[in-house]
């Protein structure tokens, strides 16, 4: 499972770094020549028939700009045709530096964020486990340190409630960005508000298990006090 956290946290931190660079103007800007301009286009037909698209004829452009910054070479790759529009070989620009990548040609944005590559697929389609399974342990780290301070103890099937109820919060998260999406809101730093709103309800929840597991606790214990602790000195009188 680390094995797909970290990189899921790696690319969190960079498309939001980036978009907050971009929004507050703090990306390093320098003098670039665009060195190669190359082309890719695909075409086809979209869906139809049991695939339930519209059938037209679509054809989609993709460039690769080579850059000379100083005695670097740099490229970028998958940059949209509109995006693309009007750059030529030979061109002087201004490319906007995020940590030494080209997230910007004069003002434009050229980093590709989000986007329907291999990796970012598989992220995209295991994150409900990924979340899931961080909820799981954010309860379970809350259950112990509950323990840890008092007398209730709580088992797997008290932390299984508040779990399915995290879970249930975050997979509603998700169907909410995936709508947002298809209005064009992306945010960048979108992992974080399934697993944090899910995370924040399931712990909510144990905390009111934990409130009825004391009370119980309570009631079943004569004179209806807490129990006292023993481990007291030895030789000391009951």
Do not use: C
Not at 67 to 79: H, Q, S, W
Not at 130 to 144: E, F, P, Q
């Amino acid at each position: 499972m680390a094995a797909l956290i970290l990189p899921l946290a790696v690319r969190t931190y960079e498309e939001t770094a980036v978009a907050l660079a971009r929004s507050n103007g703090s990306l390093r800007t320098a003098e670039a020549t665009i060195t190669k301009l190359t082309s890719h286009t695909e075409s086809g037909r979209e869906g139809g028939g049991q695939d339930g698209g519209s059938g037209d004829w679509f054809i989609h452009t993709e460039y690769t700009i080579e850059l000379r910054i100083g005695d670097e070479l740099k490229a970028v790759d998958g940059v949209p045709d509109d995006w693309a529009s009007g750059l030529q070989e030979g061109q002087r620009v201004a490319a906007g530096l995020w940590h030494g990548r080209v997230v910007e040609i004069d003002r434009r944005n050229v980093w590709p964020g989000w986007h329907p590559g291999a990796w970012d697929i598989t992220l995209f389609v295991l994150y409900p486990l990924i979340m899931g399974y961080l909820i799981a342990h954010a309860v379970a780290a809350a259950a112990y340190l509950t323990s840890l301070g008092g007398p209730v103890r709580l088992e797997r099937q008290d932390r299984s409630g508040p779990w399915l109820l995290g879970f249930l919060v975050g997979m509603a998260a998700i169907i909410v960005l995936i709508v947002w999406a298809a209005f064009g809101n992306r945010p960048a730093f979108w992992p974080l508000v399934p697993a944090g709103a899910g995370t924040t309800v399931a712990l909510a929840r144990l905390r009111v298990v934990v409130r009825r597991a004391r009370a119980a606790r309570v009631a079943d214990t004569p004179g209806g006090s807490t129990p006292p602790q023993t481990g007291g000195r030895p030789g000391a009188e009951a």
